[in-house]
């Protein structure tokens, strides 16, 4: 099973979109208010404790249904819960001299901006025939055909398990969309589908670099990309500093652009690399190492600072998450391999060594057997072969383990040690089909054949 959320966009009268607007714009005060009851009550995220304060005022003063009612404090909490997670991740952090920086968001009780409403399902909205749906608004239900994505619509269609769903607003377009939550059975699938192994890297020239083992490259470049988000970015802050009303209402909409710039380009990317039938290793990033690894803090130059302030930063994890998504509804896999040197490792012998990329250039030369590639292609290399190992547990346990756990020293010292012996074949000669050497290009000519 996996959650996926559906975007559909509606498309209501100028009634109904009054009505939207309504039910909206009171859920959000009623948000806001609650937060003010929560930051007064010792800034209490403590769901229960403050249904029970602010329930009937909800119903009363906000006129807001019973479900709606309940889904308010409960969103309160989460939000306290989340802000005071963060305030304990800062005192931590300069207990052991992280930063000085103390964290201001729960200074004063949080805001909800944006208008939203949270509804649950058959309660307060449901589906209808002829793509129409049902929502509950302050003056009663309002039936609003919709439209979205043809998969999507095809889970709606198929009775797929359909879960709280989320009015959100556009501001630009002044379009009124319902998020829907559901769970879409993945169906469980067989190693023996699989055809297709690949890797994907994702860095600061090429957004994601993609190879298979059958050695068929795709480059996504982020120039253009980078550069748009770049710009975005420098006039966000330049508003930010600026503080007057207007640069603040132009910066909710400078914001949203951006952010939504970097996820188009995100699913886009994405779209692309889940193909059928594949399985796509990503790389585990967690505690890795840092991916912009550019001077900061006091070590940088006054240039240097100004540079990464007017950098905008690219959202790999957000990238990975539509690759695996994707994946899923094409009947592919994705899995995260440990991410350790895989720009160092040489695929062809294995030698690992940070002297393999002289002046840390466009060419990757391995020290000891010499072998020469684009730099850019040795990462995803490296993905791929070790998702190749993922694939043979895979066939040999018939489980699909995630990420091997490498907490612990001596795991990862193991699981390394694994990958130092894996060799790209194929690329040595195109002949080693016929005298396959050692068991991964066996095992790749068997694929080959399917
Ligand atoms: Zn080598």
Redesign the pocket.
């Known amino acids: 099973m996996q959650v996926i959320t559906a975007k559909l966009k509606l498309n209501p009268t100028a009634e109904q979109k009054d009505a939207l607007r309504g039910v909206s714009l009171a859920y959000r005060d009623a948000l806001n208010y609650t937060s003010q009851v929560a930051f007064a009550a010792g800034k209490t995220s403590n769901g229960t404790k403050l249904q029970k304060a602010v329930y009937s005022e909800l119903r009363a003063r906000f006129g807001l249904g019973a479900q709606m009612a309940c889904n308010v404090p409960r969103q309160v909490s989460v939000t306290y819960k989340s802000l005071w997670t963060k305030v304990k991740q800062n005192v931590a952090a300069i207990k052991a001299g992280h930063t000085k920086k103390r964290y201001k968001g729960l200074d004063k009780a949080p805001k909800y901006i944006s208008r939203t409403v949270t509804l649950n399902y058959q309660r307060d909205y449901s589906f209808k025939s002829e793509q129409k749906v049902s929502i509950n608004t302050l003056n009663g239900r309002i039936i609003v055909p919709y439209e979205g994505y043809s998969k999507h619509l095809q889970f709606i269609a198929s009775c797929a398990k359909i879960g709280a769903a989320k009015i959100v607003y556009q501001r630009s377009s002044k379009t009124y969309y319902l998020m829907v939550s559901m769970e879409v059975s993945t169906l469980s699938i067989d190693p023996t589908k699989i055809t297709r192994i690949s890797g994907v890297d994702v860095g600061q020239r090429y957004l994601a670099v993609e190879v298979d083992l059958r050695n068929k490259a795709k480059f996504y470049s982020g120039k253009a990309a980078r550069h748009k988000a770049n710009r975005y970015h420098k006039a966000r802050k330049s508003l930010q500093r600026r503080g007057t009303r207007s640069a603040k209402r132009k910066l909710i909409a400078l914001s949203g652009r951006e952010r939504r710039f970097i996820a188009d380009t995100n699913h886009q990317i994405a779209k692309q690399i889940a193909r059928p039938n594949s399985l796509i290793g990503l790389e585990n990033l967690n505690g890795i190492r840092e991916r912009n690894k550019s001077k900061s803090g006091k070590r940088a130059s006054k240039k240097q600072r100004r540079a990464n302030r007017d950098k905008a930063k690219w959202s790999f994890a957000e990238l990975h998450s539509y690759i695996d998504y994707k994946a899923n509804l094409v009947g592919s896999v994705a899995t995260k391999v440990p991410a350790h040197y895989t720009s160092q490792s040489?695929?062809?012998?294995?030698?690992t060594s940070k002297a393999?990329r002289p002046n840390k250039g466009l060419l990757f030369r391995?020290?000891?057997?010499?072998?020469e590639l684009h730099a850019d292609l040795v990462g995803s290399r490296n993905i791929a072969l070790r998702t190749l190992l993922v694939r043979q547990d895979w066939m040999s346990t018939g489980i699909l383990s995630a990420s091997p756990d490498v907490s612990s020293n001596e795991a990862k010292a193991e699981v390394l040690q694994r990958f130092s012996e894996l060799r790209w074949s194929l690329d040595a000669s195109p002949h080693c089909i016929c005298e396959p050497s050692g068991e991964l290009s066996q095992r790749w000519v068997v694929d080959d054949k399917i």
């Open positions: 040489c695929p062809k012998c294995g030698h393999n391995c020290e000891c057997c010499g072998f």
